[in-house]
């Protein structure tokens, strides 16, 4: 009789074990979908370049754990993406905070003036700063950042005149690609008009814009170099956007530990200086490109008129400090320093260690 207690008692603990065992496995193999509003068009450089190759390792190195369903069009507009993912109506998407001026003051930092002319250093050491300084102010509730980084500084492409004196900025309507180069163009003395990227080209063609603040390659590809046929290279640049790749932070942390951390082993800065590596090389042809078919068309600016700007975009700095401090941000000015300290060096780096300028 005791033997045949303890066979029962077995039969039971081995199905308890078993029924354990069988909860727990869906929770080690579970599957993750990550639907991806895709706002910016198909041929995108990073689409191809960057963002399906990275959701192809992502696939392969979980084993399939994690997956994604590139949605046939985007949930919501341009400058609603960071509410799409925040709320779940897609689980992921590129987000532009320059789109909803004042909502994320401190990404702000990366799209100040006069930072770099090099995208391929600036786009990883913004990621650099913004880990070290701003994430820990969570910027971005409700999301997790898969990656972040600025993109191609600006220069100023014209459908009036090149740009010799900062009073020719006078009275031209210009799309400022985000809220810092709203500022920065009132410090010029032009009309700002904020408008995403997808706009541009009607903007530009029925003449409600005279110019814009714009990478020389997106005003290659957006085929607007027609009516902004006058471009003026600015060193440093005037601004750039910021731009996130997030995923709802739900849905992110539905994914095993596991998993996680070999998506970010592969994202973060190392996502940043692929992205920033494509736009370089593309915004850097797209200059050669420019100068060769249109040399009356192009310069550089002088260092007076680079003098004027920086006097001009003084109050820009200050009022960035003013509204990272009101987020938390100890010495935005220090801040600010450390990133164009890093900036100054990696440039330094670059250019000793380039071919023939040894």
């Known amino acids: 009789m005791l033997t045949q207690d303890l066979k029962f008692s077995g039969f039971v603990m081995a199905i308890g074990i078993g029924a354990g065992l069988a909860l727990s496995a869906p929770a080690a193999s579970a599957q993750v979908e990550l639907s991806y509003s895709p706002w910016l068009p198909e041929g995108y450089a990073l689409n191809a370049a960057v963002l399906r190759p990275w959701m192809e390792e992502v696939e392969s190195i979980t084993e399939g754990r994690v997956t994604f369903n590139w949605l046939p069009t985007a949930a919501g507009t341009a400058a609603t993406q960071f509410d799409v993912v925040q709320d779940g109506l897609a689980d992921m998407s590129l987000v532009l905070p320059g789109y909803t001026p004042g909502r994320f003051?401190?990404?702000?930092?990366?799209?100040?003036?006069?930072?770099?002319?090099?995208?391929?250093?600036?786009?990883?050491?913004?990621?650099e700063v913004y880990e070290e300084y701003l994430a820990p102010l969570n910027p971005t509730p409700g999301t997790h950042v898969i990656s972040l980084w600025s993109t191609i500084p600006t220069h100023v492409v014209s459908g009036r005149t090149l740009i010799h004196d900062l009073s020719d900025f006078g009275g031209q309507r210009m799309r400022a690609p985000s809220s810092t180069a709203v500022a920065v163009m009132d410090q010029?003395?032009?009309?700002?008009?904020?408008?995403?990227?997808?706009?541009?080209?009607?903007?530009?063609?029925?003449?409600?814009?005279?110019?814009?603040?714009?990478?020389?390659?997106?005003?290659?590809?957006?085929?607007?170099?027609?009516?902004?046929?006058?471009?003026?290279?600015?060193?440093?640049?005037?601004?750039?956007?910021?731009m996130m790749l997030l995923v709802n932070e739900a849905k992110w942390n539905a994914i095993s530990e596991e998993d996680r951390e070999a998506i970010m082993a592969i994202s973060g800065r190392d996502f940043a200086q692929q992205a920033s590596d494509v736009f370089a090389a593309e915004e850097a042809e797209a200059i050669s490109l420019v100068r060769a078919e249109r040399p009356d068309e192009i310069i550089v600016a002088s260092d007076e008129l680079l003098e004027q700007m920086e006097a001009a975009v003084q109050p820009v700095f200050e009022a960035w400090y003013e509204s990272a401090a009101a987020r938390g941000l100890d010495d935005p000015a220090a801040v600010l320093q450390e990133f164009r300290s890093r900036l100054a060096e990696r440039e330094a780096d670059t250019l000793e260690n380039s071919d023939g300028r040894q």
């Not at 541009?200 to 009516?227: H, K, M, Q």
Request: glycine share 12%.
């Open 188 to 242: 010029f003395g032009a009309v700002p008009i904020q408008r995403p990227v997808s706009e541009i080209y009607e903007l530009a063609t029925t003449g409600v814009i005279d110019g814009s603040f714009f990478p020389i390659s997106t005003n290659l590809n957006f085929d607007t170099d027609g009516p902004l046929n006058y471009t003026t290279l600015v060193p440093g640049g005037l601004g750039q956007s910021v």
């Open 105 to 127: 003051p401190l990404l702000e930092l990366g799209e100040l003036p006069l930072l770099s002319s090099d995208m391929s250093v600036l786009g990883p050491t913004f990621y």
